[in-house]
């Protein structure tokens, strides 16, 4: 039977408990008990100008106040197994502490357990992705739809530039300082030659 979970926190710990005794365990390693996942845009912002986004962070006990580590799943991912995929690799740096990195213990864990390629973005093997998959029908579909921060769009210039056509030297202000202006003489050259342009 299916659980119907409508939450997306209650959903990632359901997910993280089934990771646990599905896919760690049998591969002989113990997720820490206390580990909180929550749907949040990791530290980098997951912003889609940077060459890679990214789709998960761990954060060590040594971060948080409650000493505990913190796992994020970027709002920008829906489907259910990449999402279990995404907590599984989160799911090694809490088993780390975030000591290793992607190196030596991180990856011994995650070759065990069914993840291949870069270690910095791993992908479920096949047989991981089928026990992924089953976790699926068990809890559900991840009860969340994605944010697209592609179809953004970009915050235009609030500032105004303010040039000495002789000298050359300028600095940006606001329309509403701009309007505080008692006179056109350049702090560069002393002329009274300031000009405004976007």
Partial sequence: MVMIISNREEWLNAATTHLKIYV???????????????CGWP???GRPSSRK???????SRELSKASINEIFISPSQNDSVKVLDILA???????DDCQN???GPFKRIAVAIGLEGKMTSTVAGDE?????????????EYPHKEIDLTTRKKQSTRNIKVECSVCGFNWRASKAMIAR????TCNGCGSDTLTLSN
């Fill in 101 to 103: 990195g992607h190196k």
């Fill in 128 to 140: 991981l992705k089928a026990k992924l998959e089953k976790i699926v029908e068990d809890i559900g």
């Fill in 181 to 184: 202006m008692t006179n056109n």
């Fill in 53 to 59: 986004m990214t789709l998960g962070q761990c954060f």
């Fill in 24 to 38: 760690f365990m049998p591969a002989g390693f113990d997720v820490p008990d206390d580990v909180k996942v929550s």
């Fill in 89 to 95: 690799h989160e799911l090694i740096h809490a088993i």
């Fill in 43 to 45: 530290v980098s912002g």
